[in-house]
C-alpha cells in the first residue's frame, strides 16, 4: 500500500508568505475596494443625481477611479505574492495617511486617528527586513 504524502511535504499554497503579509494583503484589498465604490458612487451621484457642478464630480470622480484601478492591481500583486505589489501599497497608505492628517484637520477626530493607526501599521508592517527576504525567497523559488 502506498502512503499518501503528510502535510508536511505537501508546499506551502501561500507561498511561505508571513500572516503579516496576508492581514496587509487584506487591508489593501479594503482600501481598494473602497475607493472603487467611492469613485464610483462619486460619478453617478454627479452624473445623475442633483449636482451643483455636474463635471467636476465626473472628473474626480474618474481620476478616483484610475487610481482604485492602480490600487486593485496592486491587491491583484500582493494576492499573489509580487515583489513589486509592496511599493504601491505603501505609495497608497502613505496618502491614507494624508487622509487621516485631513480629517483630523476637519474636526473628525477618532476617525482620522484611526485611519492613520491602519495606514502607518500597513507601512511599518509592509516596509519589515521579513516581509522583504520573504518576498525575495518566494521571487527566487518561482524562477528557479
Known amino acids: 500500500m502506498t502512503e499518501s504524502p503528510s502535510a508536511q511535504d505537501q508546499p506551502d499554497p501561500a507561498g ?3 500572516l503579516t503579509w496576508r492581514i496587509c494583503t487584506a487591508v489593501v484589498g479594503v482600501e481598494a475596494f473602497a475607493l472603487l465604490g467611492y469613485a464610483l458612487y462619486l460619478t453617478f451621484r454627479s452624473e445623475f443625481g442633483h449636482p451643483t457642478n455636474s463635471s467636476e464630480g465626473v472628473a474626480i470622480g474618474i481620476y ?3 487610481l482604485a484601478a492602480g490600487i486593485v492591481a496592486a491587491f491583484a500583486g500582493m ?3 509580487r515583489r513589486w505589489s509592496r ?3 505603501i505609495t497608497a497608505n502613505l ?3 494624508g487622509m487621516g492628517w485631513y480629517l483630523i484637520k476637519a ?3 477618532a476617525i482620522g486617528i484611526l485611519t492613520m493607526i491602519v495606514g502607518v ?3 511599518g508592517t509592509l516596509a519589515t527586513p521579513g516581509m522583504y527576504q520573504a ?3 518566494r521571487h527566487r523559488t518561482r524562477r528557479a
Open 16 to 18: 511561505a508568505l508571513p
Open 64 to 66: 478616483l477611479l484610475i
Open 79 to 81: 494576492v499573489r505574492g
Open 87 to 89: 511599493s504601491p501599497a
Open 95 to 97: 496618502i491614507v495617511v
Open 107 to 109: 474636526d473628525q477626530m
Open 121 to 123: 501599521a500597513t507601512i
Open 135 to 137: 518576498l525575495e525567497t
